[in-house]
């Protein structure tokens, strides 16, 4: 998108501004000449300022965020309110508002920015780059309904209030609120991102297809919720590993995302004993002998930790947390009792 062209949009957009609020600020008010919500990404509040019609102070369209001091057009709160990370698809979007015909491609050296490609670890930077925290979101909430509410150690996990979803290159894209989850290597270097979408009516998963997907590199990597030392537990899920951190609230864990990608986890140098959060079916069997297998192999001492029903989650939901307490002392060392339930006794 060239700048003209940006300029062009984001002075159409501007003759439309309050339109554009109401339609992507949706947590936002009108007051005077000014619409205004707490940031840029549509969280509620009243920080953020956008003028609404032309004045000697400024154009229509133009906001500034006076906790921050951020700043920008409208434009940038398309970019920022749905998650887009290429300037192509916010133009698309603004181009849809404003129901104007898609241009003619231009040359690649007018691009602004180098697009990332679709899937790749900068594609996941960026979007974790525009989540927040999940802070009375939805996420909250969701993980809430799921019988996860200590989060502590949880700065891995975003919440995105228009994460795009699209079911296959062919059909349209939808967007919804998202649970965004940053995979990293052992350097804590950000190598992907999970995305789990949800329904804001029902605090569920959204009723789509695919509710959660994963993009980046994956393999060896992980979704880490502390910092790991001696010990550590490593599970697939992400909200299964949370529920066991429930009864081990100190204990470093990683969701690797996947049985596959449990099996290839790669082990910190310091790693003395690995707790496996098994789940209950073929894979999750799978998945503990290929990594009782490697940490043997390096003197890494192994202990399965199985749930009674199918995961954690199952057993956190339907069993309750005081079970899950007393199942999980029962399966770890005992000087790991006084070590990571010390706070959960």
Request: charged share 25%; net charge neutral.
């Amino acid at each position: 998108m060239t700048r003209q062209n940006a300029s062009d949009l984001a002075h159409s957009l501007g003759l439309q501004a309050e339109a554009v609020c109401r339609h992507y600020l949706s947590s936002g008010r009108r007051e005077g000449r000014y619409w205004l919500v707490g940031d840029v990404r549509n969280t509620p509040g009243r920080s953020m300022y956008v003028r609404l019609k032309d004045s000697p102070k400024g154009v229509a369209g133009k906001w500034t965020d006076a906790a921050t001091g951020e700043h920008g057009d409208l434009l940038d709160v398309i970019r920022e309110s749905c998650g887009l990370i290429d300037f192509k698809d916010v133009a698309d979007e603004a181009r849809t508002f404003l129901s104007m015909p898609s241009p003619e491609p231009e040359p690649r050296f007018q691009e602004r920015q180098r697009p990332a490609p679709s899937g790749s670890p900068e594609a996941a930077r960026r979007l974790i780059g525009m989540a927040q925290p999940i802070t009375g979101t939805i996420v909250q909430a969701y993980l809430r309904e799921r019988g996860i509410t200590d989060l502590r150690g949880t700065g891995n996990l975003r919440f995105h209030p228009r994460c795009y979803y699209r079911p296959d290159e062919h059909a349209p894209t939808e967007t919804w609120p998202a649970m965004i989850a940053a995979v990293t290597d052992l350097d804590g270097k950000i190598t992907g991102a999970h995305r789990t979408w949800l329904d804001p009516r029902s605090r569920d998963k959204a009723p789509i297809d695919t509710p959660r997907r994963a993009m980046g590199d994956l393999l060896g990597n992980a979704v880490r919720f502390g910092i790991g030392g001696e010990v550590m537990a490593a599970g697939e899920g992400i909200e299964t590993v949370l529920s066991l951190r429930q009864a081990l609230p100190d204990m470093p864990m990683l969701a690797a995302l996947s049985a596959a990608h449990l099996a290839a986890i790669l082990f910190p140098d310091t790693l003395r004993r690995l707790y496996i959060v098994r789940d209950n079916d073929p894979a999750g069997d799978g998945a503990r002998d290929s990594l009782i297998e490697r940490a043997n192999v390096v003197g890494i001492e192994a202990i399965v930790i199985s749930p009674a029903l199918g995961d954690f989650n199952e057993d956190l939901r339907t069993l309750g947390i005081e079970h899950l307490r007393q199942q999980s002392r029962t399966q770890i060392a005992p000087q790991d009792v006084a070590r990571f339930m010390a706070l959960a006794a």
